[in-house]
């Protein structure tokens, strides 16, 4: 079981396209487990499809902060705890250096259109359902 735990990532295709259900709503998103591919995440898309974003998956739950640099398109962030239920939505404006932080220990962020959750009635204490882990 540790050597599982300790080798996670080679069980998930990176950059593989996933379909998470949260609520009524369906979101596709592009999976992040690699460093280098959480540290890259959205920066330098010009565009994102309506209804797609991405999700990072951490080894570990820790307090998270993500920033905007080099990403024009404006985004919405959900972070996600152990348990796969939303901690926090927060939104976030191109090329914006500070940190958005999540309120506790995240494992999961997703990262959408901006109001992608608001418009589809997705909110704080949500399950979100499909994640590979």
């Known amino acids: 079981m540790k050597v599982l735990l300790e080798n996670w990532r080679r069980f998930i295709n990176e950059g593989e396209m996933i379909t998470l259900t949260i609520g009524d709503s369906q979101l596709k998103v592009e999976v992040a487990t690699s460093d280098e591919k959480i540290k890259q995440g959205l920066m330098f898309r010009e565009s994102l499809e309506k209804n797609t974003g991405m999700l990072f998956i951490f080894s570990e739950s820790a307090p998270r902060s993500f920033w905007m640099k080099n990403t024009s398109l404006p985004l919405s962030i959900a972070y996600l705890d152990e348990h796969k239920k939303i901690l926090n939505i927060e939104h976030m404006r ?5 940190g958005i932080k999540s309120q506790g220990n995240a494992k999961y962020v997703i990262e959408a ?3 992608w959750f608001n418009d589809n009635n997705v909110k704080t ?6 994640l590979p882990l």
Not at 94 to 98: I, N, Q, T
Not at 125 to 130: A, E, H, T
């Open 113 to 115: 259109n901006k109001n």
């Open 125 to 130: 204490g949500d399950v979100v359902y499909g």
């Open 94 to 98: 191109p090329y914006d250096l500070s």
